[in-house]
């Protein structure tokens, strides 16, 4: 059996944060940030807002266009790294705002590969037979562990949320067909938060460091993604006989647009090939590939049995492609 993804959908804030907001904020200018990233805009949610307000909006879409009402979820599975609280899983409040009676669920931290994570694990829920509707989740309110005076990250994340339905697929050949995931520790010590945790649990030590946002090191997690994303999207597509010509769509993590870029010259593939909206939304780690995936189908991008490359590296490090063939009809 396997499982495919019949519905997605997203949402994003409406606040908007330019470039030209920025450039009154932090030392730099709309020119550094269009050349160096590809970013014009991001969202931003309301600080009396936490994550699991996007999730849910994201989840109501993607639940809508599948035609398929709350109660009849099994599992719901939310990738963040923001969560609204650690104690209890953002899960328990996307349940509980959907008014999904009969499911369990719980959060997965895989960075900005999560929804590759997640949907992964979801995907094993539907193969086995176990359950037919589960609920896959990408959310960050990055906003929240920004520090707006650092320019290395401020002008990169974003907040926004998506989602996607997945059930036993319809046909039983289109759907999520390979992939491959990483997680490699080495890699903490370049993009990490320290405060909040076990190890070092908020105190005004912790504060007056600034341990409670996100680092860092941006040229090694650049040179990194590009290569864990071209090596692994290559792989899969190669063990399935997959020729660069013949991907539709690939959708990958959108943290920069000169990795995108970079990742799909090493692949082969032609611009219209690429899924890229990070103009709009900068970096909203979990959320960007479904956010991605439920654009690109809004705009008629992909058919039922078009191959699909998603493609994701983060903080961990972890990284991965995943490979599927889409199954909704427009
Ligand atoms: O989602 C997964 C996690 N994150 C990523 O995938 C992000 C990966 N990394 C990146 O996207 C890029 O490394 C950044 C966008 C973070 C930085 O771009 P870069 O091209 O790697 O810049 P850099 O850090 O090598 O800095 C180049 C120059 C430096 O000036 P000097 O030393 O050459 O005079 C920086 O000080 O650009 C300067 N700079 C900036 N200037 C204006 C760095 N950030 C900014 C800025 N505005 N925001």
């Known amino acids: 059996m396997r499982a495919s993804i019949t519905g997605v959908g997203h949402f994003v804030p409406e606040k908007r944060l330019t470039n030209q907001d920025l450039e009154k904020i932090v030392n730099t200018n709309d020119e550094w940030i269009t050349t160096r990233t590809g970013i014009k805009e991001r969202r931003i949610l309301d600080a009396d807002k936490g994550t699991s307000y996007m999730g849910v909006r994201a989840a109501r879409h993607a639940l809508d266009r599948a035609g398929v009402g709350p109660e009849e979820i099994d599992l719901i599975i939310v990738a963040t790294v923001t969560?609204?609280?650690?104690?209890?899983?953002t899960a328990a409040f996307v349940q509980e705002e959907l008014g999904a009676s009969r499911c369990w669920g719980f959060d997965l931290n895989g960075g900005c590969t999560g929804f590759l994570c997640a949907l992964a694990t979801g995907a094993q829920f539907i193969e086995s037979g176990r359950h037919q509707k589960v609920l896959v989740v990408g959310a960050?309110?990055?906003?929240?562990i920004i520090d707006y005076e650092d320019r290395n990250t401020c002008v990169i994340f974003g907040d926004g949320g998506g989602a996607v339905l997945l059930e036993p697929s319809p046909d039983g050949e289109t759907g999520i067909l390979d992939y491959e995931l990483r997680l490699d520790g080495a890699g903490a010590k370049y993009l990490y938060m320290t405060g909040g945790g076990s190890l070092h649990p908020p105190t005004h030590e912790t504060v007056d460091q600034k341990m409670h946002y996100i680092h860092q090191d941006g040229r090694t997690v650049f040179k990194q993604a590009i290569g864990g994303m071209s090596d692994m999207s290559g792989r899969i597509l190669e063990r399935n006989g997959v020729p660069g010509d013949a991907v539709k769509l690939l959708i990958p993590h959108q943290a920069n647009f000169r990795i995108i870029d970079s990742v799909a010259k090493k692949l082969n593939l032609k611009p219209e090939q690429v899924m890229?909206?990070?103009q709009k939304y900068g970096n909203t780690t979990a959320a960007t590939i479904p956010m991605a995936m439920s654009e690109a189908w809004a705009e008629g991008l992909m058919d039922p049995g078009d191959p699909i490359?998603?493609?994701?590296?983060?903080?961990g490090f972890t990284w991965g492609s995943l490979l599927l063939t889409w199954t909704m009809a427009r």
């Open 276 to 278: 890229v909206n990070i």
């Open 140 to 144: 960050d309110k990055m906003s929240a």
């Open 83 to 89: 969560p609204d609280m650690l104690v209890p899983s």
């Open 309 to 315: 490359i998603l493609s994701a590296f983060g903080a």
